[in-house]
């Protein structure tokens, strides 16, 4: 197996709180509540670390309420590389309603000093050679500016790792233009950032064919429940999922990414690759929490996931 760094530079601890239905402005009486430290980079960790990889996180994190973050690093096994600020990490909290509605609220989190920032750069510097590939997934808190994650960016390429980025707004934006070597926008991100609609395959085939062409080598784009569309030189693959029942969204892009390092890193079929990580994702959405917990379920998920193949895509 690889070893993998993941990069989460803005965690969370993500409280999900079910209920029936949300009467703002008034009592509201949850019906669950469920807790976990998260961030996208930690939760691609967690897939990845049932799959079988070698895993170190690194990223920022608050000294306030570090228990449940230090907590799940030492229940997975984690080569823990975060660099402690001061501050509480953020907290988001999702309330998901009996008819599938859910509202966000997402915190700020604590802001990085330049000395943080500096002590994280030294951290990867250090660390990032024996590492196949790094995971650089989330938001920016604040204190970090587009420049620095641009420099960030190249410093870890330079190192020799193949970056795979899943960021939105600016920073997917600057990401971008560092060509990553995998990319996982959804739809609305990846129009967003270029400008233009991607709504139809080919809108979407176009927008991927710019970003090969500017260095990027795989470009995969998520659409919910109308699957995820992968596109690499010379090749389109589509998986259409199967449809399961929804206990939360959260950490499905997370788990796609992970299935795809996994399979890419180990050079197993396209086909294979994509089928397994659309099915990875798709058992995701049936839970709360990350990780891969019922192999049964996923082997028959991966078996009804439809796949499709343009060999005269992308050139």
Do not use: Y
């Not at 470009?219 to 690499?232: A, K």
């Amino acid at each position: 197996m690889a070893r993998i760094l993941t990069l989460t530079l803005n965690p969370a601890l993500d409280i999900t709180v079910s209920l029936d239905h949300l009467r703002p402005g008034q009592v509201n009486r949850s019906q669950a509540q469920h807790s976990h430290a998260a961030g996208k980079g930690l939760n691609v960790a967690q897939v990845l670390a049932d799959l079988g990889h070698s895993v170190a996180v690194a990223g920022f994190l608050g000294r306030d309420n570090l228990q449940p973050f230090e907590a799940l690093i030492d229940w997975r096994g984690f080569a823990d590389n975060f660099v402690r600020v001061p501050g509480e990490t953020r907290s988001n909290i999702k309330l998901v309603e009996a008819d599938g509605r859910v509202t966000d609220i997402n915190g700020l989190g604590p802001e990085v000093d330049e000395a943080s920032r500096s002590a994280l750069l030294r951290r990867l510097q250090q660390i990032a050679p024996g590492h196949d590939a790094v995971v650089v997934a989330g938001s920016l808190p604040r204190g970090i500016d587009l420049e620095w994650f641009r420099q960030l960016l190249l410093q870890l390429k330079a190192q020799g790792l193949k970056v795979v980025l899943d960021s939105s707004g600016e920073a997917l934006r600057v990401g971008l233009e560092t060509a990553p070597w995998l990319v996982k926008p959804n739809t609305e991100e990846l129009g967003e950032v270029l400008g233009v609609a991607v709504h139809s395959q080919a809108q979407q085939q176009a927008a991927a064919e710019r970003l090969l062409a500017s260095g990027v080598e795989h470009v995969v784009v998520s659409q919910g429940e109308q699957g995820v569309s992968w596109f690499s030189q010379g090749r389109v693959l589509h998986a259409q999922p199967p449809k399961v029942r929804v206990a939360s969204t959260v950490g499905a892009g997370d788990s796609l990414v992970a299935g795809m390092v996994h399979g890419l890193l180990l050079a197993e079929a396209p086909a294979l690759t994509l089928r397994r990580a659309t099915a990875i994702a798709a058992q995701a959405v049936t839970q709360v929490g990350f990780g891969i917990r019922d192999r049964d379920q996923l082997a028959r998920l991966e078996a009804a996931v439809q796949l499709t193949e343009q060999q005269e895509g992308c050139r």
